[in-house]
């Protein structure tokens, strides 16, 4: 089963008002994945700024609870291919880093209790012209405090979170900036996210510049990913 949900055109509003708009959008997007996941169905989601490269749903092994992505960036955050699959400790504001634009989630008890907890967040951290929110920092603030870990700073665990390899599921301030760490880990990407850089027409032209711009190829004949290779 399919869902979409539409961003609306706000391409010549004020930008802080483009600002406020994507967060209103964004932030009924819990409550879009709780009404999905109560009804019994796994969610598999991702943002349309990024490219398959292969099929994930091998990665999405075990009985976890909810699998997601690291969004640390930088040379000094690269991961070893043999990375621990739990939550990483957070960072310098207190909270992890994870990516909020690709999740997979089993309608379990324990991921409805991140999608309620991702909910409160949100209203406890409402959008204001000073403080310009997004939904990310809440869906971390929902992980720590359900976090399946034994230590003094989450909530006593009870979700079972899994990391997905970084390798396979990079940031795109990785990928498009690390072209050492791409060569070294080829072969083994499955999803590209291209974040970490703003506006749609950017977007467009990084994949493009990369060869990751798939967009009519079906149209050309090309119907897999061995005629594009």
Same mark, same amino acid.
């Given at each position: ?6 961003? =609306? ?38 943002? /349309? ?6 099929? =994930?749903? =091998? ?70 012209? /000073? ?58 990407? /499955? ?23 798939? /967009? ?14």
């Amino acid at each position: 089963m399919l869902f979409l949900f539409r961003l =609306p055109r706000m391409l010549k509003l004020p930008i802080s008002s483009v600002l406020r708009g994507f967060f209103n959008f964004t932030s009924r997007r819990p409550s879009h994945l709780l009404y999905i996941l109560e009804l019994g169905y796994s969610v598999m989601y991702n943002d /349309v700024d990024m490219v398959w490269m292969a099929d =994930p749903f =091998p990665y999405l092994e075990g009985d976890h609870d909810v699998y997601f992505t690291d969004d640390m960036t930088g040379y000094q955050i690269v991961k070893p291919l043999n990375h621990f699959h739990d939550l990483p400790p957070p960072g310098k504001k207190g909270r992890t880093h994870i990516c909020s634009c690709m999740i997979y989630m089993r309608p379990t008890d324990g991921t409805k209790l991140v999608m309620k907890k991702w909910i409160e967040e949100l209203q406890d951290q409402p959008w204001s012209n /000073v403080k310009k929110s997004n939904d990310q920092p809440a869906f971390n603030w929902a992980l720590n405090r359900t976090a399946a870990q034994d230590t003094s700073f989450f909530t006593t665990g009870m979700v079972d979170l899994y990391l997905l390899p970084q390798a396979a599921f990079p940031t795109g301030g990785l990928y498009f900036k690390n072209q050492t760490w791409v060569q070294e880990t080829k072969g083994l990407h /499955v999803i590209i996210h291209n974040n970490y850089i703003t506006g749609f027409e950017k977007k467009i032209k990084c994949f493009r510049d990369f060869g990751l711009w798939f /967009v009519g190829l079906c149209s050309t004949g090309v119907t897999t990913w061995k005629d594009i290779k």
